[in-house]
Structures are given as C-alpha cells and as structure tokens.
C-alpha cells in the first residue's frame, strides 16, 4: 500500500523569484482569463465552473480568481483549494504555467531563454505542491511538460460552454491595466475590453484557438507585440503601488521592511494589519 503524500504548508516563494516579482502585477492579472478558459475547456473543470458561475458575470470573474490566481500561495497566504480529482488539478495548475511563460514573452523585459523557462517551471513545481496537486501528477522535465501539454490539447480539451461564456464577455471584466497607462492603448485601437480580449486570445494555444472558433491574425500578434513592448519600457517607472496589486505590494513591502537592517520591530501597525490600515487614526510606528 502506498503510504498517503506529506502535506506541503503554504509558503511564499520569496523575494528574488520570478513568481514574486510578476505575479502580483496587475497587468499580468489579465493573463488570469486566458489560464481559465484553458482550464475551463477541461471538461470536469468546466463542469464545476458552470455549478458555481451560473449566468452571472460577476460569479464568473470571482470564479476566474479562484481557480486561476497563484498571488495568495506566492505571497503567503491562504490560496483557494477546490476539491478536483488529481488529473483536473493538475491541469488547472499546469495550465496556468503556460500562460504565465507566454505572457512573459510580451509583457516581461528580460528574454524568456530556456534557462529562466527551467527556472520559473521549478517555481511551478513548488507551487504546484503547495496548491496540494499530488507529486506524481506533476512533470519532472520540460520535455515532459510540453509532452503532457501537447496532448491534452488534442485528446483532452473540448469547447466548453463556460469557455465560450467567458471569450463572449471579456467586456465585463475589470481593467487591471492602472488608469495611467490606459491612455497609452488608445493609438492601438484597445478601448474598454478590447485590450483584454488581445491578451487573453493571444495568450492562448493556436490549437486552443481552434477549437474554441478564435481567429488570430498577423496583425493582432503584431498589435501584441507592441502594445507589449511598450508597456515594457513604461511599467518599471511607475511606483510599485500602480504596478502590483494591493495584497501584493502590501506583501512586497512588508517583506523589505522585514529584511532591513532596522528589523520588522519599525513596521507601522497599518504595514501588518489590514484591519488598523482602515483607521486614520494609527500612525505611529511600532517601538
């Protein structure tokens, strides 16, 4: 008999990673809707979507959230566990990978060579054991991944409704491009969800697309390309508060203040406790 797989306590990944620093951007947020269609097309997924969305947009986006974000398990806190069987999980987990590597090809300054490739899947092994998927469901190598990848696109995967219900309302999800950079998406024709629906149909698989009715021409992987570019050159001057979301930067900072040579005994009670953060009154420092 096998003998039960050790559970692995939620920690954070920590400063220095890629996951740390890209995760809780909220421009890569978006890339969250393309990792839930791909996870949605999986049919047990997209079964278990469907029970909790029903017809409402808003279910749907807290939806995407849950299955798809890794900020709480890269950040320290306490992700979301949905009772999947092991290959569902797995997939919901794996899946979210591929979108992350591809999305760092547009929106990431530094090359993707197969070196940081090696480095972030390492990362997602991890995760993948403190999200709870089973060891032996995750690829050792990335010959193996990209194997695995492959061929749940062809035999596994199918156009689910859910999929679909999310492509037809890329409107209604919440921009998390930060409001001073929305002007820039303008020259590029990207108002409303139009810039969300360029990220998220091009983030996908061309076998993904296919099955799912999407067209991508030449010219939206050029608009993409562009648009990523730019982005590139403007995000790092912007203040980490616009850049990351606010569990994120909360995180980030907090972590900073940790390591300083002063010690965590300077943090500010609303560094630490999101409760006295809402109470005006609380300045002083911690002594």
Request: charged content about 20%; overall charge positive; hydrophobic content about 40%.
């Amino acid at each position: 008999m096998t003998a039960p797989e050790e559970p692995v306590p939620p920690a954070p990944l920590g400063p220095g990673s890629f996951l740390w620093d890209y995760s809780g951007l909220r421009l890569a947020a978006i890339t969250d809707i393309s990792a839930f269609v791909l996870q949605a097309m999986h049919p047990a997924i997209g079964a278990a979507a469907e029970r909790l969305t029903d017809l409402d947009t808003r279910r749907l986006s807290r939806a995407v959230h849950d299955f798809v974000s890794i900020r709480p398990w890269v950040y320290g806190e306490q992700g979301t566990r949905h009772l999947l069987p092991a290959g569902p999980l797995a997939w919901a987990h794996l899946a979210t990978f591929y979108v992350t590597v591809t999305a760092a090809r547009y929106f990431s300054a530094e090359p993707m060579t197969l070196d940081r490739e090696q480095r972030i899947f390492e990362e997602f092994l991890l995760l993948g054991r403190l999200r709870g998927v089973p060891a032996r469901m995750l690829p050792s190598t990335m010959a193996d991944y990209w194997a695995y990848f492959e061929d749940m696109l062809t035999h596994t995967l199918v156009p689910h409704p859910v999929a679909h219900r999310v492509l037809d309302r890329l409107g209604g999800f919440s921009s998390t491009v930060p409001v001073t950079l929305r002007p820039l998406l303008v020259p590029f024709g990207l108002r409303g969800g139009w810039f969300t629906h360029l990220v998220t149909v091009g983030t996908l698989p061309q076998a993904a697309r296919t099955k799912l009715g999407l067209t991508w021409t030449a010219d939206d992987e050029h608009r993409l390309r562009a648009v990523g570019t730019l982005f590139t050159r403007v995000l790092p001057h912007l203040p980490e508060r616009l850049r990351y979301a606010p569990s994120a930067y909360q995180a980030r900072r907090t972590s900073r203040m940790q390591r300083s040579p002063r010690g965590p005994r300077h943090l500010r009670l609303t560094d630490t406790c999101p409760v006295v953060a809402g109470c005006r009154g609380v300045r002083r420092a911690v002594r």
